[in-house]
């Protein structure tokens, strides 16, 4: 009986947190949160994310947002990022990942700057054709069930251009473009109707200064804006 009492006793030990904490931004703040092992977490606006270090391995639980992990080397204790139906396992490296449900956008976006990642299915056995190997260079978009899309080459500062305070879109619709300015300025705004919501905007927004790309918007769309009771509302052209 000692034996087993003494087992489940290390087995006990082995499970408790060494460390735990919650890091969570605000919208328009952005943050670099370090973590005892070493390894460090960029945070941007409108971001929550758990972290526990275990004896045996690390592991960071995101809700909602985008980090860039720097995650110290340690091959005995193992780095997994949980977010939406996906775990991005890490060694050394440092990488992207995007989860935003508050958009209604489920899927979940890896890419990776240094090293290599390993991303699957947060729940079930780990088929090996469920699993998908991402090296440097690359990114992946993977469902609300952890299942990965095409891997795609990205250049550097494509994969997280939020920490150059900038974001570009290439034929966005306006309705998205607002909202995910809406992640880092509160924006009293409102769309005219779905038409308009839905006019394809091509820019590149400086996080700092969103209130000058928003007075731009008669100049790039056809629209117009009017300002009433403190809300701008952006208002189509009728043809």
């Not at 758990?50 to 110290?72: A, D, I, K």
């Not at 209604?104 to 890419?111: D, H, K, R, T």
């Not at 469920?130 to 069930?145: F, M, P, Q």
């Amino acid at each position: 009986g000692v034996l087993g009492g003494g087992w489940f006793g290390w087995a006990h030990w082995q499970a408790q947190p060494v460390y735990s904490q919650q890091f969570a931004t605000q919208r328009g703040q952005q943050m670099e949160a370090r973590l005892p092992d070493g390894s460090r977490l960029q945070m941007d606006a409108s971001t929550q994310a758990e972290v526990t270090l275990y004896r045996q391995r690390r592991e960071v639980v995101m809700p909602e947002g985008q980090v860039v992990f720097q995650v110290q080397g340690d091959r005995d204790r193992p780095f997994d990022v949980l977010a939406g139906g996906s775990r991005i396992t890490a060694l050394g490296t440092r990488f992207s990942v995007r989860y935003t449900p508050s958009l209604g956008q489920q899927a979940v976006q890896v890419a990776v700057m240094e090293g290599q990642v390993r991303v699957a299915p947060a729940l079930g056995g780990e088929r090996a054709e469920d699993v998908i190997e991402l090296h440097a260079g690359h990114r992946v978009s993977a469902d609300e069930n952890g299942q990965a899309g095409e891997v795609k080459a990205v250049s550097a500062d494509a994969m997280a251009p939020w920490l150059s305070q900038r974001l570009s879109f290439e034929n966005t619709e306006l309705a998205d473009v607002l909202a995910e300015l809406g992640r880092y300025a509160d924006l009293p705004l409102s769309i005219g109707d779905a038409a308009t919501g839905a006019l394809p905007v091509t820019a590149s927004v400086d996080l700092r200064n969103i209130g000058s790309f928003v007075r731009s918007l008669p100049q790039v769309l056809p629209v117009r804006l009017h300002l009433r009771d403190g809300v701008t509302e952006i208002v189509g052209l009728r043809g």
